[in-house]
């Protein structure tokens, strides 16, 4: 049911697709090594027309952008990811999804089972997704959210050392909005992750946008 929706940030997340950049950003960064935790020097914010939301990013994010079937039913999907010093970083949103789906507990069914939909997986070649460590409730502006933890799964062909991706999704109206990192845990300090994902917020229009719902 969800395979197509989820299956754009799995790829995005956990693999290296490389995609067209259509937003830049001025910013800098510092060059790291192996054992050195993730440190940047400038974040910039950014705030994608229409998209609800407005992020801390290091580099400039590429664009994806998807219309999903649910019930044979379109349901628009935008992901942006960036990519710094062996990290990679991700946001977007999956909605608004049409009153009818609403009705009929799709979004519920969604965030309920983000966990299941992100992380239990197989690839083409029948290895299992990633192993969930932990999960919990969080909330923002009194909106719902769910943060998960987990290592980076089969896609992580490349690095050696232990992985990790943070990602935490809100149920806000008639949307699913989705922010998380993922990289090595040498270079990914507890700071680093919380800035990154503590600095999402919602846009004023959306949250009109909600109450008129």
């Known amino acids: 049911m969800y395979k197509p929706i989820y299956l754009l940030i799995t790829l995005l997340v956990f693999s290296t697709v490389d995609l067209p950049t259509t937003l830049a950003l001025q910013t800098g960064g510092a060059s790291l090594g192996s054992n050195q935790k993730a440190q940047i020097v400038s974040w910039t914010r950014f705030a994608p027309k229409d998209a609800g939301f407005t992020v801390l990013l290091p580099s400039a994010p590429k664009e994806a952008?998807?219309?999903s079937l649910l019930d044979s039913v379109s349901v628009p999907t935008v992901l942006y990811s960036a990519n710094a010093d062996g990290v990679k970083y991700f946001v977007g949103r999956i909605g608004d999804m049409p009153e009818k789906l609403v009705e009929k507990g799709r979004l519920d069914e969604w965030f309920n089972h983000?966990?299941?939909?992100?992380?239990?997986?197989?690839t083409k070649d029948g290895k299992s997704g990633s192993t969930l460590k932990s999960q919990k409730d969080i909330s923002l502006d009194g909106y719902a959210g769910r943060e998960y933890e987990a290592d980076c799964g089969p896609y992580n062909k490349t690095d050696t050392q232990p992985c990790i991706v943070r990602m935490r999704v809100y149920k806000v109206g008639h949307s699913i909005f989705v922010i998380g990192l993922s990289g090595p845990t040498s270079i990914l300090s507890t700071e680093h992750i919380n800035k990154f994902l503590q600095s999402f917020t919602l846009t004023p229009q959306v949250k009109s946008t909600v109450k008129s719902q």
């Open 65 to 67: 952008k998807d219309n």
């Open 114 to 122: 983000a966990d299941e939909i992100y992380f239990e997986y197989k």
